[in-house]
Nanobody
Framework: VQVAESGGGLVQAGGSLRLSCAAS??????MTWWRQAPGKQRELVAS???????NYADSVKGRFTISGGNAKNTMYLQMNNLKPEDTAVYYC??????????WGKGTLVTVSS
């Protein structure tokens, strides 16, 4: 099983970025974006099930949009109106029907003020 993120980078506050996640080697029932800022614990950003049900952290509602998570095992995170506090390493995870999680290595998002 492989999970890989892409699309991170440096952006000014108020700007946008789109992250992508590609998973392969199994069938996944839910895919999730997480992030970890320096000195902080990893936190859930957004998730999407294979049926299209989405969930967002309160801190990103109205700014971030998750999509994908379908049979193609790809997922996206459109991030708009980015804030310096969104700076973090963003991770993708994919969970199988047997509740096994697979993780990507992460992609860095830096938002400058």
């Amino acid at each position: 099983v492989q999970v890989a993120e892409s699309g991170g980078g440096l952006v000014q506050a108020g700007g946008s970025l789109r992250l992508s996640c590609a998973a392969s080697g199994s069938t996944f029932t839910i895919m999730t974006w997480w992030r970890q800022a320096p000195g902080k614990q990893r936190e859930l950003v957004a998730s999407i099930t294979s049926g299209g049900t989405t969930n967002y952290a309160d801190s990103v509602k109205g700014r971030f949009t998750i999509s994908g998570g379908n049979a193609k095992n790809t997922m996206y995170l459109q991030m708009n109106n980015l804030k310096p506090e969104d700076t973090a390493v963003y991770y993708c995870s994919a969970r199988t029907a047997f509740f096994v999680h697979y993780w990507g290595k992460g992609t860095l998002v830096t938002v400058s003020s």
